[in-house]
């Protein structure tokens, strides 16, 4: 088991002592206000003791929309409304007092409620211009994490945990959604005539029709990870779609995952290290039934229980992304990894860490962790209108750059076909790029996306061994 480390190995967690004061009309409830509190402290290292009183006991942090009398090291003013708040990436206090309500902004965002007022297509994708992060340029940065980051400095006596094991600074992980990895190739060859117009190679139709210009590059993928020592995700489908229902609107793989050639390479991958996750169907989030037996088919095929999952078209309840994570509870899951948008890469819900979402009315959150994705190849090619640097090299280079900064993870998704050079010319030497980005950063946690999971859970339990709650 990795485990976190600590300045100094021999001490322990000191937690800070926490008092919530809120008026009975404020906008966080007192077991939002704790969870984002949580979630903050989490980020910083630290272990909270949430008090009731603080005449008897003396407070470090004091979350509060009165006045402050306390003698306290923080004292963050509430916010009266969800209105009022301001997403600042720098929330510095002004003598002990924050006046930008950091614990509200980080319930809004890590519940998605920043996002009540965008827009959607008709598969549910966030038009991303509508969005108060895109808008205010702040997508490409994970602004919870810097509020984290900022709390973790007011206490170092309290001996705050390291985000990362060893001595790493931050984590990076690869993964690849298997959306249609078998072409259909009368479907390509019309493809490739119409993209290339007057320039198609009759050599090039040739080897489609032949098999030999193909979308299953596992054995690509799996060497240049190999090569770079570095092993990723694949996310399986267990619904076999068809044609006929992706004209009808539900765009599932056409493949099935139950025959031979399937379960022989994903039998290759687990061999040689690599991880296989369930990539739920279109509508699988709708139904914990159809998600448990999608899941039970890749299973089947894996021989062993999965513990990761990716929703094709990032489709969960997206006016209720915690509902989506308790069914990923029920069905056992460790983490899912779909938080991100279709149209633009960075940080969709402000933070770059595995957080966990909460449930209003059953007031905890979820056993299934959110490992929030940062960058999908399409970003960079067909949704590039939306990037905020000229090269797809330069977009990459500036995420890495705020990722590192706040010591954030890097989770990138490319789908297996994209190194298909004739389809996809540059998304090779694009991938390379970040993959040697990664793989050659001493200070990079590079991990499956379970080990990071499976380090995070670790982490986390120290933290909560070491805090209490009074209220
Ligand atoms: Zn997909």
């Not at 039934?289 to 299973?299: A, G, H, Q």
């Not at 899912?336 to 449930?359: K, N, Q």
Request: neutral net charge.
């Amino acid at each position: 088991m990795i485990e976190p480390s600590q300045k100094n190995s021999r001490t322990q967690l000191k937690p800070i002592k926490v008092l919530v004061d809120l008026r009975v009309n404020a906008p966080l409830t007192l077991s939002e206000a704790k969870y984002a509190i949580r979630t903050l402290a989490d980020i910083a290292g630290l272990a909270c003791h949430f008090v009731t009183n603080p005449k008897e006991d003396s407070i470090n942090l004091v979350y509060s929309d009165k006045q402050n009398d306390i003698d306290c090291q923080l004292f963050i003013r509430a916010a009266s409304s969800a209105d009022n708040v301001n997403f600042v990436s720098d929330p510095s206090p002004n003598n002990k007092i924050m006046d930008n309500d950091i614990v509200l902004a980080t319930y809004m965002l890590i519940s998605g409620l920043h996002e009540r007022k965008m827009t959607r297509d008709k598969h549910d994708h966030h038009a991303v211009e509508t969005s108060i992060l895109y808008r205010s340029n702040l997508l490409h940065v994970p602004i919870v994490n810097q509020y984290g980051s900022t709390i973790r400095e007011l206490f170092p006596s309290h001996n705050p945990l390291s985000l990362w094991p060893e001595g790493k600074t931050w984590a990076a992980a690869i993964t690849h959604d298997v959306d249609y990895p078998q072409m259909i190739r009368w479907i390509e060859m019309l493809r490739y005539l119409i993209d290339k117009k007057g320039g198609s190679k009759l050599s090039v139709l040739t080897d489609i029709a032949n098999g030999q210009n193909h979308f299953w590059m596992f054995k690509d993928w799996m060497d240049m990870e190999i090569r770079h020592e570095v092993r990723s995700a694949f996310y399986f489908s267990g619904r076999k779609g068809s044609l006929l229902k992706y004209l009808m609107g539900v765009p599932d793989p056409f493949y099935d995952v139950r025959s031979k050639e399937f379960k022989n390479i994903i039998s290759h991958l687990k061999k040689n290290g690599f991880e296989v996750g369930l990539h739920a169907s279109y509508n699988a989030y709708r139904s914990l039934n159809t998600f448990l037996e999608e899941k039970k088919i890749v299973e089947d095929s894996l021989a062993e229980t999965l513990l990761g999952n990716r929703h094709h078209y990032w489709r969960i309840n997206q006016d209720d992304p915690a509902e989506t994570s308790f069914l990923h509870e029920e069905a056992g899951l460790l983490y899912d990894a779909s938080i991100c948008y279709e149209r633009r890469a960075g940080f969709r819900f402000g933070i770059g860490t595995p957080y966990r979402l909460f449930h209003k009315h059953k007031k905890r959150t979820s056993k299934s962790l959110q490992l929030p994705t940062t960058l999908m190849d399409t970003h960079m090619s067909a949704h590039s209108m939306y990037n905020r640097f000229e090269t797809p090299h330069a977009e990459i280079d500036s995420l890495l750059a705020e990722t590192k900064k706040a010591g954030a993870l890097f989770i990138v998704n490319y789908h297996v076909r994209m190194i298909n050079d004739t389809f996809f010319p540059g998304v090779r030497r694009m991938f390379q790029k970040s993959l040697e980005l990664i793989s050659e950063d001493s200070e990079c946690f590079c991990k499956t996306p379970i080990e990071i999971a499976q380090y995070w859970v670790t982490r986390e339990k120290k933290i909560r061994d070491a805090s209490c709650d009074d209220t």
